[in-house]
């Protein structure tokens, strides 16, 4: 231990609310009578995006649950708590006060997920004249560089290529150097909907019950971020690596089996109010990417469930997928394109956010449905990011950097290296197909499908016209309008824009003056947050 904790340190380590890992590169070589550790709250994190309450939440009582099992180890922690006197707001604040009070002889910090984070690091490290050594982050199973290797040359980059490579590498789910099953991919078993008789009774997942430091957080958080939208009350988040194992293997246990085949499924609960808001989903997003949870066991968990009979291959190649592929490759894209990913937007989508994204106020029951739920929990499941409110704001033409921003807000697992090529990439294609291979657009025929959502919407997802049609199915056809000269250079809408071309003229004109319409309710229901 540290006998004199605010003598000079050699070494001062900077952990960010997103590096909770006691095995970080950041702790190689850390000696706790010449080094300390460095934590800060700061309100900056909480307001550059108009965050959820249970987002500020789980972080903050990560943080402090992982302040107090360091100090328990006799670690000197220098930790500033949002609500003490004096506390700056800011990183860069808090920051330069702590090396100009202790003058370590140098700083440390894993590579920050973040762009902002790392160009703040850097210039604050600068400006102070204080060493900063940047150290890998070894969380992730591919590094940048591996990444950029996979890049290079590659006209498209796709998922999956990727995620084959890090199959074989990883020897992930493979039989020698063929994949396990003779098949990469097991989507065709996978991917129903729940058909009219719905879920059923999906086992609940592990629930974890505020204890006293994440009380503390939650009153902090009621009281400083009253105006911040979300709900509190349903707050169940594991917050430390132990809670994390814990939902770990109740998943595998409990709900692997079936995620697969119903991964994409929607269900709004008639038996009280979102009710099953996970369904087979793991819930693991937002303890990996604090890093609560390595990746490595997750999906060594899930493998051994396979090879142990209880769980079938599609499922577990589905979640895999997810993890070692998408998880991974989107880090990439994040990494390879930034700076200038974050501002591109290819299709010049120009619109504002509608206000109901912040309320859940709409008569459209999808997206009630995934918005309140997001409001209540701060989850909602890929598809219904991807298929519902990603979809909605993509055919309107919201301006992508405000949906990013919406996003980056309202997860408790959103963090920008992962929300943002999701968002701006896969789900608005303000990229131009840099992160998928085309603009996922539908009508309201696949929410219909996919959900009981439209079973008394006051809209019918059949009709593109008149005063009961679906604004889904009214800006689908519409977007296939305001963007056929480039969606035709894509061989992968080449079925869609078949189906256009059965439009007659009077029919694509009524379209347009509709979509005018809706675009026009949602500007006036547009307000500044
Ligand atoms: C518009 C949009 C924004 C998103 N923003 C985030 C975000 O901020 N943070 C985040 O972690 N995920 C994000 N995702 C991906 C995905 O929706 C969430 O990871 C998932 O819903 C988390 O719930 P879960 O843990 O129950 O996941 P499961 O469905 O159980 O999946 C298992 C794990 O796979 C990983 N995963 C699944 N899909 C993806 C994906 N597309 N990209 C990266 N990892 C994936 C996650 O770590 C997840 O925990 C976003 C997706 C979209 C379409
Ligand atoms: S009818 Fe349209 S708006 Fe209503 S729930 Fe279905 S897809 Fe959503």
Request: hydrophobic content about 40%; proline content about 5%.
């Amino acid at each position: 231990m540290n006998l004199y904790p605010q003598a000079r340190p050699r070494h001062l380590i900077i952990v960010l609310g997103d590096q909770l890992d006691n095995d970080s590169a950041g702790f190689d070589g850390f000696d706790s009578e010449q080094d300390a550790v460095w934590m800060a709250e700061v309100a900056e994190e909480s307001t550059h995006v108009w965050s959820h309450k249970a987002r500020i939440a789980v972080f903050l009582s990560a943080m402090r649950h992982f302040r107090d099992a360091l100090r328990q180890r006799s670690v000197t922690v220098h930790y500033r708590q949002l609500d003490e006197p004096g506390n700056h707001g800011a990183f860069v604040g808090e920051l330069t006060a702590t090396v100009k009070r202790l003058s370590p002889q140098k700083l440390i910090v894993v590579e920050p997920g973040e762009w902002r984070v790392r160009e703040s690091l850097q210039t604050t490290a600068l400006a102070l004249g204080v060493d900063l050594e940047l150290r890998p982050d070894r969380h992730f199973l591919s590094t940048r560089e591996e990444f950029a290797a996979h890049a290079k040359g590659r006209k498209q980059l796709r998922m999956e290529f990727f995620y084959r490579e890090m199959r074989r590498k990883h020897e992930v789910l493979m039989d020698g150097d063929q994949p396990v099953g003779g098949a990469w991919n097991f989507d065709a078993d996978n991917r129903d909907s729940f058909g009219k008789s719905g879920p059923g009774d999906v086992p609940q997942p592990s629930r974890f019950r505020p204890d006293k430091v994440t009380s503390e957080v939650l009153a902090l958080v009621a009281n400083q971020f009253a105006k911040h939208p979300g709900s509190l009350a349903h707050f169940d988040w594991p917050v430390t690596p132990a809670q994390a194992q814990t939902a770990l293997h109740d998943f595998i246990e409990h709900r692997l089996p079936n995620f697969g085949k119903y991964e994409d499924a929607m269900w709004s609960s008639s038996d009280g109010l979102f009710a099953q808001p996970y369904l087979f989903h793991s819930r693991l997003s937002a303890a990996m990417n604090l890093k609560l949870l390595d990746p490595r066991e997750v999906i060594a968990a899930a493998e051994a469930a396979y090879r142990k009979g209880r769980a079938p291959l599609a499922s577990v190649e589905g979640f895999i997928r997810q993890i070692l592929g998408w998880r991974e490759f989107v880090r990439g894209i994040y990494w390879h394109f930034m700076p200038g990913y974050r501002g591109l937007n290819v299709l010049n989508a120009g619109e504002p956010l509608p206000d109901f994204y912040w309320t859940g106020k709409t008569e459209m029951n999808c997206l009630r449905e995934a918005i309140g739920q997001t409001l209540e929990f701060g989850y909602a499941h890929h598809i219904q990011r991807l298929m519902v409110t990603g979809l909605f704001s993509l055919l309107l033409g919201v301006k992508p950097q405000a949906v990013h921003e919406w996003y980056l807000a309202m997860y408790v697992d959103a963090v920008e290296w992962v929300e943002l090529p999701n968002t701006l990439g896969m789900s608005q294609h303000g990229d131009g197909g840099l992160m998928a291979s085309k603009p996922y657009v539908a009508s309201g025929k696949y929410i219909e499908r996919m959900s009981n959502y439209c079973v008394g919407c006051r809209y019918d997802p059949a009709k593109s016209t008149g005063d009961d049609a679906c604004p889904f199915t009214t800006l689908y056809w519409d977007f296939l309008l305001r963007h056929e000269k480039f969606l035709a250079k894509n061989q992968r809408m080449a079925m869609q824009l078949k189906n256009l071309a059965r439009l007659d003229a009077p029919k694509r004109r009524a379209i347009q003056q509709q979509a005018t319409q809706c675009r026009a309710v949602c500007r006036h229901s547009t307000a500044a947050v």
